[in-house]
Structure formats: structure tokens, C-alpha cells
Nanobody, 126 residues
Framework: VQLQASGGGLVQTGGSLRVACVAS????????MGWFRQAPGKEREFVAA????????YYADSVKGRFTISRDNAENTMYLQMNNLKPEDTAVYFC????????????????????WGQGTQVTVSS
């Protein structure tokens, strides 16, 4: 599975951005897709995830109520709509896709994902 992320950019505090991730290849193997982010000097952290079949969604507490994850199965595309952005949202955002997880894994865990896209930079100015 290959993933291509796009849509990052520079926005002011309180603004909005939408990032997208297009999956190609053996997409029939995908159970869930997610977004992770990594700020300079920090570890990569979970942002949001969605299961491909049922559309179940998962969010980090820090983005709940501000970010919305969605998917378009026909286009093999996942979106992350980010509203009310804050400077602390500044990071490189990575999309990921994973197969059916083991019993000890959840879509919140980076170890669940086998395929990763290149990052897209999101910068929120204060």
C-alpha cells in the first residue's frame, strides 16, 4: 500500500486546514487509517484514526471537538479537517494505514500501522 499525503500549509491561530491521504496499491488489505504528527524535538503522537469498513473514529483528547476524520472509500482517500487550529498543532502530519490489528492493538497505536506516507507540514502562527 502506498500513501500520499497533501494539504498542509501555514495558517493563523483559529484558522482551518484540511489534509488528505490517498491510498493506492493493495488497499483491500487496509483495516484502518490514521493520522499521526511529530513536532520538532517531540515524539510522534496519535491524532485520529478511522476504520475503513465501519467508519469508526478515534481521536486524541487534544484534538477532539476541533478535528474531524473522514474517508471516501470510492476514492481511497482519508481526510482530516482541522478547525480552530492552535500553535501547538504545528507539526509534520503523517498518514498511515494498517491491516486487521491483533487483539492487543488499537487504531491509536502506531504499531498497528504497516504503511506510512510522507509527512505534510502544518504550521499554525500565533
Amino acid at each position: 500500500v502506498q500513501l500520499q499525503a497533501s494539504g498542509g500549509g501555514l495558517v493563523q491561530t483559529g484558522g482551518s486546514l484540511r489534509v488528505a491521504c490517498v491510498a493506492s496499491g493493495r488497499t483491500g488489505s487496509v483495516y484502518a487509517m490514521g493520522w499521526f504528527r511529530q513536532a520538532p524535538g517531540k515524539e510522534r503522537e496519535f491524532v485520529a484514526a478511522i476504520t475503513w469498513g465501519g467508519g469508526n473514529t478515534y481521536y486524541a483528547d487534544s484534538v477532539k471537538g476541533r478535528f474531524t476524520i473522514s474517508r471516501d472509500n470510492a476514492e481511497n482517500t482519508m481526510y482530516l479537517q482541522m478547525n480552530n487550529l492552535k500553535p501547538e498543532d504545528t507539526a509534520v502530519y503523517f498518514c498511515a494505514a494498517g491491516p486487521l490489528p491483533s487483539l492487543v492493538q488499537t487504531p491509536r497505536m502506531s504499531t498497528m500501522y504497516d504503511w506510512w506516507g510522507q509527512g505534510t507540514q502544518v504550521t499554525v502562527s500565533s
